[in-house]
T-cell receptor, first 118, second 111 residues
Framework: GAGVSQTPSNKVTEKGKYVELRCDPI?????LYWYRQSLGQGPEFLIY????????DSGLPNDRFFAVRPEGSVSTLKIQRTERGDSAVYLC????????????????FGPGTRLTVL | TQLLEQSPQFLSIQEGENLTVYCNSS?????LQWYRQEPGEGPVLLVT?????EVKKLKRLTFQFGDARKDSSLHITAAQPGDTGLYLC???????????FGAGTILRVKS
């Protein structure tokens, strides 16, 4: 079946602009996660959802970052007033559920969106 | 947040050689996961280790979890160019959800 898909694959924007990054999880997966990966680093947790609600948004760096999942499937990560330091690959992952241990909470990652802020 | 240290940062070897990469922490892991990431792709789960002293094998890859559950290693036998990639270790959070990753080891296998 189809894996996690993310659009766009690349996004170039100017400092101060607003951007939206989209994630389509694997069908039937109730949990969805966002991570950010800077060059030379491992992914860093941002937020995760169980269904429509954000279960933990403790990784969002500041209030310029916001994510939604209105129907419990597709999610959008929104960044306002982008800064050069926001440049990174934004990864989305989904799992069958949050609880239950492996394999239920095994996370499957999408290919990411590479965001470049000029 | 527990800090995961991975070593070496970068490894370049010839096809057919063996190698080991390491993941260490000052605190005890509840469980540890190893991922492989190729350029332009997201990480792909290779294995989860849970029990201290546990050894898991996946073809030419051998994963070991330290007895004290503070360290883990990944050993690759007879490396192939297809093994090239970024190898990441990660610990799941308190409730097994958000993952905390190390910085990774970049492996390049030359033919």
């Amino acid at each position: 079946g189809a894996g996690v898909s993310q659009t766009p694959s690349n996004k170039v924007t100017e400092k101060g602009k607003y951007v939206e990054l989209r994630c389509d999880p694997i069908s039937g997966h109730t949990a969805l996660y966002w991570y950010r990966q800077s060059l030379g680093q491992g992914p860093e947790f941002l937020i995760y959802f169980q269904g429509t609600g954000a279960a933990d948004d403790s990784g969002l760096p500041n209030d310029r970052f916001f994510a939604v999942r209105p129907e419990g499937s597709v999610s959008t990560l929104k960044i306002q007033r982008t800064e050069r330091g926001d440049s990174a690959v934004y990864l989305c992952a989904s799992s069958l559920s949050l609880a239950g241990g492996p394999p239920y909470n095994e996370q499957f990652f999408g290919p990411g969106t590479r965001l470049t802020v000029l | 947040t527990q800090l995961l240290e991975q070593s070496p940062q970068f490894l370049s070897i010839q096809e057919g050689e063996n190698l080991t990469v390491y993941c260490n922490s000052s605190s005890v892991f509840s469980s540890l996961q190893w991922y492989r990431q190729e350029p332009g792709e997201g990480p792909v789960l290779l294995v989860t280790v849970v029990t201290g002293g546990e050894v898991k094998k996946l073809k030419r890859l051998t994963f070991q979890f330290g007895d004290a559950r503070k360290d883990s290693s990944l050993h690759i036998t007879a490396a192939q160019p297809g093994d090239t990639g970024l190898y990441l270790c990660a610990q799941s959070g308190e409730y097994g959800n958000k993952l905390v990753f190390g910085a990774g080891t970049i492996l390049r296998v030359k033919s």
